[in-house]
Nanobody, 121 residues
Framework: QVQLVESGGGLVQPGGSLRLSCAAS????????MSWYRQAPGQEREEERE????????????NYAGSVKGRFTISRDNAKNTVYLQMNSLKPEDTAVYYC??????????WGQGTQVTVSS
C-alpha cells in the first residue's frame, strides 16, 4: 500500500522558514520523481494545485516554479525514502496546503494528504 505522509507545516511570520518532509512507502522511491504542489485557500479541485518543485529519480535534477526559485529547495534522502522542501523567505502568498506527489517508474501518480502552511504576522 502506497503512503505519502507530509509533516512540518505550521504558522510562520513573513520572512521566516519552514522545512516540510514527506515520508514515502509502498513503491520504489529511488526510481520515482518526487514533487511538491500547493493549493491555495479557496481552491477545492485537485486540478487547481500549483506545481512547486520536483526532484527527479536519482535526485541529481530538480525543477522549481518561478515563484519559489531561489527561496525553496527540494531534496531527497533515498535511504530514508523521504523528500524535503526547505522554504525560506516565506511570503503571505505562500500560504497553502502543501502536497507531496510521487510519480513512479510506471508513471503512476500518488498523493499525500497535505500539510497546512500559513504565513502571517
Amino acid at each position: 500500500q502506497v503512503q505519502l505522509v507530509e509533516s512540518g507545516g505550521g504558522l510562520v511570520q513573513p520572512g521566516g522558514s519552514l522545512r516540510l518532509s514527506c515520508a514515502a512507502s509502498g513503491f520504489t522511491f529511488s526510481r520515482s520523481a518526487m514533487s511538491w504542489y500547493r493549493q491555495a485557500p479557496g481552491q477545492e479541485r485537485e486540478e487547481e494545485r500549483e506545481f512547486v518543485a520536483s526532484s527527479f529519480s536519482g535526485g541529481a535534477s530538480t525543477n522549481y516554479a518561478g515563484s519559489v526559485k531561489g527561496r525553496f529547495t527540494i531534496s531527497r534522502d533515498n535511504a530514508k525514502n523521504t523528500v524535503y522542501l526547505q522554504m525560506n523567505s516565506l511570503k503571505p502568498e505562500d500560504t497553502a496546503v502543501y502536497y507531496c506527489n510521487a510519480q513512479d517508474e510506471r508513471d503512476r501518480d500518488y498523493w499525500g494528504q497535505g500539510t497546512q502552511v500559513t504565513v502571517s504576522s
